[in-house]
């Protein structure tokens, strides 16, 4: 288990890399969180804890959820979230798209 330290420099890495992707400020995130923007910014650095309803709304601000799964699903969670090699074949495949309409 990661300890709180770790785990809130994680919460802030993914919230930077997300606002950054959205080309938004922090102080734009903030507003839409409807919290400070030195308030965000110790969030994102991850040197102030938040509450989960404060996360959520920073989540929802950056087009993102929150969401709760058991610690045993967090290995498969994380797989799925990695990027595979070209090799893998994707999960499901349309059959439209062999060039068969029906």
Do not use: W
Not at 47 to 75: D, F, H, K, W, Y
């Amino acid at each position: 288990m990661q300890s709180q330290p770790d785990a809130l420099q994680d919460i802030g890495r993914v919230l930077k890399q997300a606002r950054l992707a959205s080309a938004l400020t922090q102080e734009q995130v903030a507003d839409l969180a409807g919290i400070s923007r030195p308030r965000y910014r110790d969030i994102e650095t991850g040197s102030a804890a938040a509450r989960a309803s404060t996360l959520m709304n920073i989540a929802r601000a950056l087009g993102m959820e929150m969401m709760l799964i058991p610690q045993a699903m967090v290995p498969a969670v994380e797989a799925l979230l990695r990027p595979h090699d070209d090799d893998d074949l994707p999960a499901f495949v349309s059959h439209a798209e062999d060039g068969d309409d029906g």
